[in-house]
T-cell receptor
């Protein structure tokens, strides 16, 4: 069964350091999403890609966060510099198309900022 | 503002004790409602999509229903392996994004 891959699974960093997360969506899925999930809350969308283009990054803190999907396949989410409040689970999801289509999630990256 | 409210926040059941989880929403132009299961430290796992009031979907011990204002996830004769957090999310046509509730943490004791 096809799955969304993410790495690393866990990341511990100190504040002011740079971190990067990687996501490989299900093969053939044109739409890719990055979510942030704080403990006890539901996931919140950070950025959405359609192929290599950003569709929605309205909730992405652009002063410190960046995301790219250069060839329209895998994607990288970067935080520089990391702050204590960035500690959370970062989830990647993909769907075959935009709109009301099922989003399939990866295992996530648990980030702890010390 | 779009709102998705799940209740209860936490639910403890004995094995075999059936119950229901609620998801109420206040969005206009609902285009789909999704249920996911999330185990600790893992990503959400897709369960169901419901598109219109009156629709029902079933999978093993789970049954999801939808009205114009809320959705229920019915769990029949649950087992300990059903213990997880269940997330509800709505897709609203205006924002074209999935909005999640905070989830219901279900614990099923043997």
């Amino acid at each position: 069964e096809a799955e969304v891959a993410q790495s690393p699974r866990y990341k511990i960093t100190e504040k002011s350091q740079a971190v990067a997360f990687w996501c490989d969506p299900i093969s053939g899925h044109a739409t890719l999403y990055w979510y942030r999930q704080i403990l006890g809350q539901g996931p919140e969308l950070l950025v959405q890609f359609q192929d290599e283009s950003v569709v929605d990054d309205s909730q992405l803190p652009k002063d410190r966060f960046s995301a790219e999907r250069l060839k329209g396949v895998d994607s990288t989410l970067k935080i520089q510099p990391a702050e204590l409040g960035d500690s959370a689970m970062y989830l990647c999801a993909s769907s075959s198309r935009t709109g009301v289509d099922t989003q399939y999630f990866g295992p996530g990256t648990r980030l702890t900022v010390l | 503002e779009d709102q998705v409210t799940q209740s209860p926040e936490a639910l403890r059941l004995q094995e075999g004790e059936s119950s229901s989880l609620n998801c109420s929403y206040t969005v206009s132009g609902l285009r789909g409602l999704f249920w996911y299961r999330q185990d600790p430290g893992k990503g959400p796992e897709f369960l169901f999509t419901l598109y219109s009031a009156g629709e029902e979907k079933e999978k093993e011990r789970l049954k999801a229903t939808l009205t114009k204002k809320e959705s229920f996830l019915h769990i029949t004769a649950p087992k300990p392996e059903d213990s997880a957090t269940y997330l509800c999310a709505v897709f609203q046509g205006g924002s074209e994004k999935l909005v999640f509730g905070k989830g219901t943490k279900l614990t099923v004791n043997p």
